[in-house]
Nanobody
Framework: QVQLVESGGGLVQAGGSLRLSCAAS????????MGWFRQAPGKEREFVAG????????YYADYVKGRFTISRENGKNTVYLQMNSLKPEDTATYYC??????????????????WGQGTQVTVSS
């Protein structure tokens, strides 16, 4: 069984930064692409960023491109999301997820099989 545990969320002013972490259990973490998604109240969950199993390929949603950076440390079974220049519209619960089936990153949440419990990010104006 795979467990994903997010941390690093909190309350920050607009323009500030946060770094989210997602720690994974299991010995096969390095074999899977990983993604970050977010969900704001009353809205559907949306893709934020994804990273290939080796870290060499990274993908971003247009609304975070240039502000957020996804990275991973396979030796620590951890994936990160560095969030800079935060805006109030970034307020949401952020989730990390493991891509199903050792395949490449997709933006579709149905393609991910394991999810963390989420960490809340609140950006005040």
């Amino acid at each position: 069984q795979v467990q994903l545990v997010e941390s690093g969320g909190g309350l920050v002013q607009a323009g500030g930064s946060l770094r989210l972490s997602c720690a994974a259990s299991g010995r096969t973490f390095s074999s899977y692409a990983m993604g970050w998604f977010r969900q704001a109240p009353g809205k559907e969950r949306e893709f934020v960023a994804g990273i290939s199993w080796h870290g060499g390929s990274r993908y971003y949603a247009d609304y975070v491109k240039g502000r957020f950076t996804i990275s991973r440390e396979n030796g620590k079974n951890t994936v990160y999301l560095q969030m800079n220049s935060l805006k109030p519209e970034d307020t949401a619960t952020y989730y990390c997820a493991r891509r199903r089936g050792m395949s490449s990153v997709t933006r579709t949440d149905a393609s991910y099989d394991y999810w963390g419990q989420g960490t809340q990010v609140t950006v005040s104006s």
